[in-house]
């Protein structure tokens, strides 16, 4: 089964930058696809990044031209960087792997942003 472990969540300002890590281990997997994921306070868990096998990217409307996902194979990393940060971002963030081993969750990281 495929680990991930988050990390670079925080309280940042609005109009802040963070930058989100999820680094995948495990026995030998092959990655398929990756996502970010957020869940705010009582509200449903949502999409926020994807990026495919061959690096094709698509972003919830929200976030566009805002937060870019980016991926190191060699490391088996998965990127979130975050710019123009605004308060309706906060909440906490997942990563999402799928492979050949089945779909993989991070544990979460909260991203605060202040007003």
């Known amino acids: ?36 994921y957020r869940q705010a306070p009582g509200k449903q868990r949502e999409f926020v990044a994807g990026i495919s096998v061959i690096g094709a990217t698509n972003y919830r409307d929200s976030v566009k ?20 940060l605004k308060p309706e971002d906060t909440g906490v963030y997942y990563c999402n792997i799928k492979s050949d081993q089945g779909t993989s969750w991070g544990q979460g990281t909260q991203v605060t942003v202040s007003s």
Do not use: H, P
Not at 11 to 28: E, N, Y
Not at 65 to 79: H, Q
């Open 1 to 36: 089964q495929v680990q991930l472990v988050e990390s670079g969540g925080g309280l940042v300002q609005t109009g802040g930058s963070l930058r989100l890590s999820c680094a995948a281990s495990g026995s030998t997997f092959r990655i398929n696809a990756s996502g970010w």
């Open 65 to 84: 031209g805002r937060f870019t996902i980016s991926r190191d194979n060699g490391k088996n990393t998965v990127y979130l960087q975050m710019n123009s």
